[in-house]
């Protein structure tokens, strides 16, 4: 299983920011996606999954009403967008995804991980 992230960068506090994830070696829709982010010497946070029905999202507390994730599972590509971007956003952020319907808030439960992108948000 393959999953590459793509669309970090820089931006300014306020802003917004669209991430991608393709994909590869899996069934896509049968497995719930989501991204974690960390930054250095913390753990792993949960941001946000989404089923795979698609049907369901979670969402991590700090993130609520500002990102969205969706899916195509014609293109096996899972989105996050990133809106009201603030300076304590700034992680690498990781696309994931798992065998279960709704993926686990736990880090280490979650079956598959990308290598990440590096979001940086400016104050």
């Known amino acids: 299983v393959q999953l590459q992230a793509s669309g970090g960068g820089l931006v300014q506090s306020g802003g917004s920011l669209r991430l991608s994830c393709a994909a590869s070696g899996l069934t896509f829709s049968e497995h719930s996606v989501g991204w974690f982010r960390q930054v250095p010497g913390k753990e792993r946070e949960f941001v946000i999954s989404?089923?795979?029905?698609?049907?369901?999202?979670y969402y991590g507390a700090s993130v609520k009403g500002r990102f969205t994730i969706s899916r195509d599972n014609a293109k096996n590509t899972v989105y996050l967008e990133m809106n009201a971007l603030k300076p304590e956003d700034t992680a690498v952020y990781h696309c994931?995804?798992?065998?279960?319907?709704?993926?686990?808030?736990?880090?280490?439960?979650?079956?598959?991980w990308g290598k990440g992108t590096l979001v940086t948000v400016s104050s």
């Open positions: 989404l089923s795979s029905s698609g049907k369901s999202t």
């Open positions: 994931t995804s798992d065998r279960s319907n709704i993926m686990a808030y736990d880090a280490e439960a979650v079956d598959y």
